[in-house]
């Protein structure tokens, strides 16, 4: 079945540390976002790319970097500039910039 | 610019009883607008869109009617079921500059008690 997949499912950051998302997709999608999840604040887009070789900042991009050197692949790396990184993080795409976007399971991402 | 704005939650419906989550937004042009449903610990699911002023989206007993003149697009279910419990969000697509964004409501969360 198609869809996207985000990998690990929880993970664990040290101070200092940057830490990376995984987000795969096999639906041929070209566009594929980032988004942050707090309790009550609902979805705030950190990046987004709508062609491989191309990504444009979203709302909360400091502290944020992404890649897109494979159509299917959008890694997300959380540095050590974002002071604040626990969150619930969703990776999406879309084949079509006016329709719906799929969205993989999430990430959750905690300090030690 | 563009923005979602959803009733605040949480809401807590027994079985059977009828729901309302209202939705109003603000954008340029006529965004595509769209329902989505999280379960605990997923990503978020399509529930059901309108693309057009007039269309009514509709899928697994929800619907919800875009309503270009009130600027609405209300979530309403007949009669809820314990599994329906979860988060929704309302969200609109950009149109223009803003193509191929999403912009979110904050979510409601809705529980249903046997």
């Known amino acids: 079945d198609g869809g996207i997949t985000q990998s690990p499912k929880y993970l664990f950051r040290k101070e200092g540390q940057n830490v990376t998302l995984s987000c795969e997709q096999n639906l041929n999608h070209d566009a594929m976002y980032w988004y942050r999840q707090d309790p009550g604040q609902g979805l705030r887009l950190i990046y987004y790319s709508q062609i491989v070789n191309d990504f444009q900042k979203g709302d909360i991009a400091e502290g944020y970097s992404v890649s897109r050197e494979k159509k299917e692949s959008f890694p997300l790396t959380v540095t050590s500039a974002q002071k604040n990184p626990t969150a619930f993080y969703l990776c999406?795409?879309?084949?079509?910039?006016?329709?719906?976007?799929?969205f993989g399971d999430g990430t959750r991402l905690s300090i030690l | 610019g563009d923005s979602v704005t959803q009733m605040e939650g949480p809401v807590t419906l027994s079985e059977e009883a009828f729901l309302t989550i209202n939705c109003t937004y603000t954008?340029?042009?006529?965004?595509?607008l769209f329902w989505y449903v999280q379960y605990p610990g997923e990503g978020l699911q399509l529930l059901l869109k309108?693309?057009?002023?007039?269309d009514k989206g509709s899928n697994k007993g929800f619907e919800a009617t875009y309503r270009k003149e009130t600027t609405s697009f209300h979530l309403e279910k007949g009669s809820v079921q314990v599994s329906d419990s979860a988060v929704y969000f309302c969200?609109?697509?950009?149109?223009?500059?803003?193509?191929?964004?999403?912009?979110f409501g904050r979510g409601t969360q809705l529980t249903v008690w046997p």
């Open positions: 309108a693309t057009k002023a007039d």
């Open positions: 969200a609109l697509s950009g149109r223009g500059s803003t193509l191929g964004r999403l912009y």
């Open positions: 999406a795409s879309t084949g079509a910039l006016n329709q719906p976007q799929h």
């Open positions: 954008a340029t042009g006529y965004p595509s």
